[in-house]
């Protein structure tokens, strides 16, 4: 092994120089060099952005797997550098075991025919979520990673340093400083007498040697201000770079955003679809409480399942008139986009009026606002009282 003394103790002797140096900062015995403004707040702003990118990594990590023993599993996978074995989801596995029941029960059943329907269903939901889980972790948290454990640890790197080179210049300027210094004291209160021709050897000698230590103090000086400002420019482009980063994550979260979308869609589609196969397969007791509206024994809140969208045909909605009596005010529960012209549109959180009518579907509504009027689906409203 090669072991080189001299280098060791070059770099202990540097070590202890540079610890003296922040001590002296901190105990405020010795001057610090001060990062300009823009500087400052670049180290500010970089640091911020560390911070948040962190907490938003690991929470979004908690949200795609709330399993801490597979995260660690997972983690483990990475860093040995091997393939992740495929997990099924909680979805997937639900569905199974919804699937396996009925064959228990027998398909034929009214309950084992439900869990068939049922059960495909979660499987198609357990897929949805395992293409989501995927396509998030490519798209967002990957690169969210990739800073953490890439651009920010070289940025942290050059920042040591850019603090070495720091401490290194102030502690040439207090030499320089200190060297100074002495060389006016002996020049004020020189410590021989002038009448004796050997003392003037000894002055001249001595300011050789102060002369001779102002210069390498100076030149110290001159190469450690070069080294700092160097490193302070190489730290700065990294910094500056920070504005790349907040692009490249936008652009990821928009990803991400997409890629929840898409999966909130399909999860709607295979809950609508499923719910009209309940719908002309479940019993008629089969039944949903309006959220936050009366107790459940109150009749009036007590709504279906969804079933298919009545025939447009079968009603005119602009023959429609308001009943006498019987009509009430509804909040939106839901966004709804009309599928034809003879339903309404609906926005979240507004208020309108409903009513039913004879011969229409129920779960189905006619619902006001203003002059516009249109079929409205129940289970995207509550009911007032």
Same mark, same amino acid.
């Given at each position: 092994?090669?072991?080189?003394?001299?280098?060791?103790?070059?770099?202990?002797?540097?070590?202890?120089?540079?610890?003296? =140096?922040?001590?002296?900062?901190?105990?405020?015995?010795?001057?610090?060099?001060?990062?300009?403004?823009?500087?400052?707040?670049?180290?500010?702003?970089?640091?911020?952005?560390?911070?948040?990118?962190?907490?938003?990594?690991? =929470?979004?990590?908690?949200?795609?797997?709330?399993?801490?023993?597979?995260?660690?599993?997972?983690?483990?996978?990475?860093?040995?550098?091997?393939?992740?074995?495929?997990?099924?989801?909680?979805?997937? $596995?639900?569905?199974?075991?919804?699937?396996?029941?009925?064959?228990?029960?027998?398909?034929?059943?009214?309950?084992?025919?439900?869990? $068939?329907?049922?059960?495909?269903?979660?499987?198609?939901?357990?897929?949805?979520?395992?293409?989501?889980?995927?396509?998030?972790?490519?798209?967002f948290l990957t690169p969210l990673?990739?800073?953490?454990?890439?651009?920010?640890?070289?940025?942290?790197?050059?920042?040591?340093?850019?603090?070495?080179?720091?401490?290194?210049?102030?502690?040439?300027?207090?030499?320089?400083?200190?060297?100074?210094?002495?060389?006016?004291?002996?020049?004020?209160?020189?410590?021989?007498?002038?009448?004796?021709?050997?003392?003037?050897?000894?002055?001249?000698?001595?300011?050789?040697?102060?002369?001779?230590?102002?210069?390498?103090?100076?030149?110290?000086?001159?190469?450690?201000?070069?080294?700092?400002?160097? =490193?302070?420019?190489?730290?700065?482009?990294?910094?500056?770079?920070?504005?790349?980063?907040?692009?490249?994550?936008?652009?990821?979260?928009?990803?991400?955003?997409?890629?929840?979308?898409?999966?909130?869609?399909?999860?709607?589609?295979?809950?609508?679809?499923?719910?009209?196969?309940?719908?002309?397969?479940?019993?008629?007791?089969?039944?949903?409480?309006?959220?936050?509206?009366?107790?459940?024994?109150?009749?009036?809140?007590?709504?279906?399942?969804?079933?298919?969208?009545?025939?447009?045909?079968?009603?005119?909605?602009?023959?429609?008139?308001?009943?006498?009596?019987?009509?009430?005010?509804?909040?939106?529960?839901?966004?709804?986009?009309?599928?034809?012209?003879?339903?309404?549109?609906?926005?979240?959180?507004?208020?309108?009026?409903?009513?039913?009518?004879?011969?229409m579907d129920s779960d189905w509504?006619?619902?006001?606002?203003?002059?516009?009027?249109?079929?409205?689906?129940?289970?995207?409203?509550?009911?007032?009282?």
């Amino acid at each position: 092994m090669d072991f080189n003394v001299r280098k060791l103790a070059t770099d202990a002797g540097i070590f202890f120089s540079r610890a003296v =140096q922040f001590t002296e900062e901190k105990l405020g015995q010795a001057e610090k060099t001060e990062l300009d403004t823009h500087f400052e707040s670049l180290l500010s702003r970089a640091d911020c952005t560390k911070n948040w990118t962190e907490k938003i990594y690991r =929470q979004t990590e908690v949200l795609l797997q709330p399993n801490p023993g597979a995260r660690i599993e997972e983690f483990l996978y990475e860093k040995l550098d091997r393939k992740i074995p495929p997990r099924a989801t909680n979805g997937e $596995i639900l569905g199974q075991f919804m699937l396996e029941a009925a064959k228990e029960f027998g398909p034929g059943t009214p309950y084992g025919s439900t869990l $068939i329907k049922v059960g495909d269903c979660q499987r198609r939901l357990g897929g949805a979520q395992r293409d989501f889980l995927q396509t998030s972790s490519i798209s967002f948290l990957t690169p969210l990673r990739n800073f953490l454990e890439g651009d920010w640890r070289t940025i942290s790197k050059e920042r040591r340093l850019l603090e070495n080179r720091r401490l290194d210049l102030d502690a040439c300027k207090a030499r320089l400083k200190k060297a100074r210094a002495a060389e006016a004291k002996a020049a004020a209160a020189p410590d021989f007498q002038e009448t004796r021709p050997r003392n003037y050897v000894l002055s001249a000698s001595a300011s050789a040697l102060w002369n001779e230590e102002l210069d390498k103090a100076d030149h110290e000086l001159r190469v450690a201000q070069t080294e700092f400002d160097r =490193q302070a420019e190489v730290t700065r482009l990294l910094l500056e770079g920070i504005s790349s980063t907040h692009v490249n994550h936008l652009r990821c979260l928009c990803e991400f955003v997409e890629a929840q979308t898409v999966y909130y869609n399909q999860c709607h589609k295979y809950m609508q679809e499923l719910q009209r196969e309940l719908g002309r397969g479940c019993p008629d007791s089969l039944e949903v409480n309006s959220p936050g509206v009366g107790s459940p024994t109150d009749p009036s809140t007590v709504l279906p399942l969804n079933s298919p969208s009545p025939d447009t045909d079968a009603l005119q909605i602009e023959e429609v008139q308001p009943p006498a009596s019987g009509t009430r005010k509804a909040k939106v529960l839901y966004g709804y986009d009309a599928g034809d012209s003879s339903e309404l549109s609906l926005m979240a959180d507004e208020l309108i009026t409903v009513y039913t009518v004879p011969g229409m579907d129920s779960d189905w509504l006619i619902g006001e606002r203003g002059n516009q009027k249109g079929k409205v689906p129940v289970t995207y409203l509550e009911l007032l009282s």
